[in-house]
């Protein structure tokens, strides 16, 4: 009997721990698959939106280095919803292609657990649900998200609690998943056992 191949979708607010929990699944063998690097690979130097952001956005958009200046687009889109959808326009099915591009490579590789960082997943609505087989949410409170994320990025404690606002809610994230890893309030080795739990029922 052929092995099944799993599409696990996994997603966090931002400073819920998600990057360390695709960590131990890698360590795992999984194949991550991480949008967020896919969506910043497309406006790094050379970037495959970087032509299209520079025809719609304009040179004002675009840093010395020839990448997207990330500060001034979000500056741009908080203030303007329509450049947000513009933006989108030109990213997300770059994203789909890749991320198809990378899923298949894993799979002629042999790999059986195939997991999609996905951080904007419930926001996405359908588009990513019908992709995947299960919906990994890695949860803590939002007091836990600020702490993290001001001692990791030195981000004003303003523009994190802008940042949270524009993501989906944690009761809309709950809502969506199929599993809940809770990372508040224990050690780095306990959500490790926890990860390790759920890996096993996918036969990693």
Known sequence: MTQRTWRIGLTGGIGSGKSTVAGFLARRCA???????????????????ME??????????????GAMDRQAMRERVFQD??????????????????TAEQAQAAVQAGRR???????????SGERW????????????DISTQQQR?????????????RIIQLQASRAQRLACADIVLVNQGISFDELEAQVLQVAADFGL
């Open 31 to 49: 194949a991550i698959i991480d949008a967020d690097a896919i969506s910043r690979s497309l406006t790094a130097p050379g970037g495959r939106a």
């Open 52 to 65: 299209a952001i520079a025809h719609t956005f304009g040179a004002a958009m675009i840093g010395p280095d």
């Open 81 to 98: 919803p329509q450049a947000k959808r513009q933006l989108e326009h030109i990213i997300h099915p770059l994203v789909s292609q890749i």
């Open 113 to 123: 657990v195939l997991v999609f960082d996905v951080p904007l997943l419930v926001e």
């Open 129 to 140: 649900r019908k992709q995947v087989d299960r919906v990994i949410v890695v949860d803590c």
């Open 149 to 161: 994320v001001m001692a990791r990025s030195g981000l004003a404690a303003d523009e994190i609690e």
